[in-house]
């Protein structure tokens, strides 16, 4: 797991065509240990290569792509490191592997990493995205046995209720009931899951969609202009 501490060791670096960054990474993909690669913004004007275009370079090296945060008014910048070996995929970038495998961009690490996600399951495993996520059956009995969960569980955002499903939906298939049985019982008391607050029923949210795991970040919507956003 990289740390905070980690990250402050990471050097910021620009690059203004994906070729840039692809120098970078043949150059420096196994020995380093992560970059925040700076990003312009749109309105700046500056040659810069864009988020969807770093992702791609890093799933070709087995890197993946990770935290955003805007620097100022021009930059903002996404932290990119190696895959972790344990890595959970997103069916995004799995779709994207698909096409560079087939455009012939991959390298040897990018086809490893994918070879032992093939391997021992986690390719198959891989997760939607907030804005394509759905309430799997079983989590909806569940719910529906449990009438004070359900309502909880429907006054929640989908940016609310995504964690939740991402736990269900990315753990051991022998864990899964546990899992949701701990989900309900813990909406039932009316406790948002992952939130310090009590959740009002009659509460409706409209709050943008976001994610999280060593999970990619071109999968949340943008928070805002300058942070254009996937994990495995």
Not at 14 to 21: E, G, I, K, S, V
Not at 118 to 147: C, H, M, N
Request: proline share 5%; aromatic share 6%.
């Amino acid at each position: 797991m990289t740390t905070q501490s980690q990250d402050s060791e990471f050097p910021t670096q620009a690059f203004a065509t994906p070729a840039d960054f692809e120098l970078f990474l043949e150059r420096d993909h196994t020995t380093a240990p992560g970059i925040f690669v700076k990003l312009a913004k749109k309105s700046s004007g500056i040659p810069s290569i864009t988020a969807a275009e770093a992702v791609e370079v890093a799933l070709c090296y087995g890197w993946i792509d990770g935290r955003a945060n805007s620097i100022d008014d021009t930059w903002w910048k996404i932290r990119y490191t190696p895959r972790r070996a344990k890595s959970i995929w997103s069916k995004k970038n799995v779709g994207t592997v698909a096409r560079l495998i087939e455009e012939g961009r991959m390298r040897p690490a990018g086809l490893a990493a994918v070879d032992a996600a093939k391997a021992d399951g986690r390719w198959g495993r891989a997760y939607a995205g907030p804005a394509t996520i759905v309430v799997p059956e079983d989590f909806k009995t569940a719910l529906t046995k449990v009438p004070a969960a359900k309502t909880v569980w429907e006054s929640m955002s989908k940016r609310e209720q995504f964690p939740t499903l991402l736990r269900i939906e990315t753990g051991t298939q022998t864990g899964r009931s546990r899992r949701i049985d701990a989900a309900v019982q813990t909406l039932a008391t009316g406790h948002r899951p992952g939130s310090s607050t009590t959740a009002k029923a009659s509460r409706k949210t409209t709050s943008g969609e976001s994610g999280r795991v060593q999970k990619s970040s071109t999968d949340r919507k943008p928070r805002s202009e300058g942070l254009r956003k996937r994990k495995a």
